[in-house]
């Protein structure tokens, strides 16, 4: 048996991947977009003091923001907290949004700060939420939870 015919072919007849640099956004500091619309662009600084861009397809920006939410919802549950806690989220302000591009209504706490969330609901489940809150903010009971306490900031 050869050489050859033992060895692991990583690539299998696949190119190599391009080089793929990573970088760690410590500023963002500007974004644009392309004349036509098509490409979005985020500028940003990394500690080092290095400027890079981040060049997205308008068409992924839901995609890409998506994923980041997710991403920071999965490293919130990740933080520490006492044993039998629970953290909450508090935002200082919401707003609520229609687009054509979203078919439900797209719920924003913080929109435009580092602690920005948002959350989509389809129509029903918007109208069901609508309805809860305002149930809750006028009732008199309060829920108890006997085994978990609810930390506010």
């Not at 970088?23 to 500690?47: E, H, K, N, W």
């Not at 549950?77 to 707003?95: C, H, L, N, W």
Request: glycine share 8%; with cysteine.
């Amino acid at each position: 048996m050869t050489e050859q015919a033992t060895a692991t072919v990583l690539h299998a007849n696949q190119p190599l991947p391009a080089y793929q640099p990573e970088f760690t956004i410590g500023q963002v500091t500007g974004y644009a977009t392309s004349d036509d619309g098509m490409q979005c662009v985020l500028r940003a600084l990394t500690p080092e003091g290095i400027t890079f861009m981040l060049i997205v397809p308008t068409v992924q920006i839901a995609a890409v923001i998506g994923g980041l939410n997710a991403a920071k919802q999965a490293a919130a549950a990740k933080t520490d907290i006492e044993p039998g806690a629970s953290a909450v989220f508090m935002p200082q302000r919401y707003e609520t949004i229609r687009t054509p591009a979203f078919d439900g209504v797209l719920l924003a706490f913080d929109r435009g700060s580092p602690s920005e969330q948002i959350i989509g609901l389809d129509t029903d489940a918007a109208i069901r939420l609508g309805q809860d809150l305002r149930k809750q903010g006028k009732a008199a009971t309060r829920l108890i939870l006997p085994e978990r306490d609810i930390t506010t900031p």
